[in-house]
C-alpha cells in the first residue's frame, strides 16, 4: 500500500490548511494589508508546502528506494522520478 495512501487523512489535512493560508493571502492582499504581513503568510506557506514535501518525499524513498521487496530496475526508475521532481522543485 502506497504511503501516501496510509497516510491520506494526515495529509489532506496538511493541504487543507495550506489551502487556508492561501486563502488568507488572498484576502490579505485584497485588504491592502501591509507587506510585512503578506510577506509573513507567504513565508508560511512556503513553510507548509516544504514540509509536505518532505513528509511525501520521505514516505516515497522509504517506500520505493529502502524497500529489499523493489527490484533493482524499478528502483532505479523510482530514483530518477525523484531527482526529475528534486530538480523542478528546487529551482
Known amino acids: ?24 493571502l488572498e484576502r490579505a492582499l485584497e485588504e491592502e494589508t501591509d507587506c510585512s504581513a503578506v510577506l509573513q503568510q507567504i513565508a508560511a506557506i512556503r513553510g507548509a508546502v516544504s514540509g509536505l514535501m518532505a513528509e511525501v518525499l520521505e514516505g516515497h524513498l522509504r517506500d520505493h528506494l529502502a524497500s529489499e521487496a ?11 522520478q525523484v531527482v526529475s521532481i528534486l530538480r523542478s522543485y528546487l529551482r
Open 1 to 24: 500500500m502506497p504511503h501516501t495512501i496510509k497516510a491520506k487523512k494526515h495529509l489532506l489535512a496538511r493541504v487543507r490548511r495550506i489551502q487556508g493560508q492561501a486563502g488568507a
Open 70 to 80: 523493489v527490484a533493482p530496475e524499478e528502483r532505479e526508475r523510482d530514483l530518477e
